[in-house]
């Protein structure tokens, strides 16, 4: 079983940054691909970013590529997403989710973290 808990979120104003994290239990927690996603109210769940266990490659949503990061610390079982100059439309409920079987699907979700942009 695996338990993801996001943090970090909160209200920024449009050009500022905030630092998403999300820890994870579970001894295989480096062997898993991490993704990030975003649910904005009224819209369907959207993917953000990702990155692959074995070699570190990310992947980005258009939306949020060259203004968001994603990493990971294994050794702190915990991945993290860098967003900077975030604007309103960035303004949503964040999760991270895990692919524990490597197969493109995610079969692990956490509960979210709001992060709200002001104009």
């Known amino acids: 079983q695996v338990q993801l808990v996001e943090s970090g979120g909160g209200l920024v104003q449009a050009g500022g940054s905030l630092r998403l994290s999300c820890a994870a239990s579970g001894r295989t927690f480096s062997s898993y691909n991490m993704g990030w996603f975003r649910q904005a109210p009224g819209k369907e769940r959207e993917f953000a970013a990702a990155?692959?266990?074995?070699?570190?490659?990310?992947f980005y949503d258009d939306s949020v590529k060259g203004r968001f990061t994603v990493s990971r610390d294994n050794a702190k079982n915990t991945v993290y997403l860098e967003m900077n100059s975030l604007k309103p439309e960035d303004t949503a409920v964040y999760y991270c989710?895990?692919?524990?079987?490597?197969?493109?699907?995610?079969?692990?979700w956490g509960q979210g973290t709001q992060v709200t942009v002001s104009s």
């Open positions: 989710a895990a692919d524990s079987q490597g197969a493109g699907e995610y079969d692990y």
């Open positions: 990155i692959i266990w074995s070699d570190a490659r990310t």
